[in-house]
């Protein structure tokens, strides 16, 4: 089992940049593909980002592609989320989110471990 933490977020102007960080417990962080999700208020829960365990690989949604990043660190048990030109319609609690699946994948229900997610509002 691995329990996840995110930190980074908060208020920013459009235009601007956030890296948040998804901390992960437990030695066998690096066998986990990792993904980045957000939720807005009254929305459903989308899929942003996704990497494979050695960061060789990455998916991202068409919606951020060009302008959100996903990486990770194994020595560090951490992934992370590079956030640049960001839009008020960014604004959403992000989630990062692990899955023993061994492949990228973007669907939300086959991650298998969630974080607390951290909230981030971009003003116009």
């Known amino acids: 089992q691995v329990q996840l933490v995110e930190s980074g977020g908060g208020l920013v102007q459009a235009g601007g940049s956030l890296r948040l960080s998804c901390a992960a417990s437990?030695?066998?962080?690096?066998?986990?593909?990792m993904g980045w999700f957000r939720q807005a208020p009254g929305k459903e829960r989308e899929f942003l980002v996704a990497?494979?365990?050695?960061?060789?690989?990455?998916d991202s949604a068409d919606s951020v592609k060009g302008r959100f990043t996903i990486s990770r660190d194994n020595a560090k048990n951490t992934v992370y989320l590079q956030m640049n030109s960001l839009k008020p319609e960014d604004t959403a609690v992000y989630y990062c989110?692990?899955?023993?699946?061994?492949?990228?994948?973007?669907?939300?229900?086959?991650?298998?471990?969630w974080g607390q997610g951290t909230q981030v509002t971009v003003s116009s």
């Open positions: 990497i494979n365990w050695s960061g060789s690989h990455t």
């Open positions: 989110a692990a899955t023993k699946r061994p492949v990228v994948i973007t669907r939300r229900f086959e991650y298998d471990y």
């Open positions: 437990g030695r066998t962080f690096s066998m986990y593909v």
